[in-house]
């Protein structure tokens, strides 16, 4: 056999990263000022449903257009999820590996090299009622933390953030 059977009942626990979604994040940095911004996001099914993928694109004061293309599957010889995030803002890709831990997704990454150095990410996206969901990560570099928290929901679920 040339494919192993699709891992569907794993697949099927993040079908609440699928549609379209507006988030706001917060983005906490050392020594800077909390400062938030708005993002779009894209998450479908591939491929015979053996991974997911996300696009995100947001406008991040003081670092510009951040694009960003993640692909999450099932490893079934691991037994856990992998998530690999491509990002014009990274050195190279961000693979974060981990498991759901009650209703929250957790992943880590393996330390990589960022525009900040060496750095290692804790994500955690946790389901929310009415199609919205949690998107919280920690950036560790040298002992220093910083952390991003985002809210995603539905377009149609997002008061305007300003007149038409």
Known sequence: MLFQASPSEHMDRLAFLIGRFVGTQELKL?????????????GS?????????LQFVAKIPGY????????????PKA??????MLSNLS???IV?????EDNALVLISNPWQSSWGLTQ????LTPMECGSWTFEVDMQKDGMSAQVTSLM???????PTEEP
């Open 45 to 53: 099914r591939h491929n015979a449903e053996r991974w997911l993928s």
């Open 30 to 42: 050392p020594g800077k000022e909390p400062f938030s911004f708005e993002f779009l996001a894209f």
């Open 96 to 100: 974060l590996d981990g498991g759901f």
């Open 91 to 93: 050195v190279e890709p």
């Open 153 to 159: 929901a539905m377009p149609d679920l997002v008061e």
């Open 79 to 84: 037994e856990q999820y992998r998530w690999v």
């Open 121 to 124: 990410l804790k994500a955690t």
């Open 64 to 75: 510009g257009i951040e694009s960003r293309h993640d692909f999450v599957t099932w490893d």
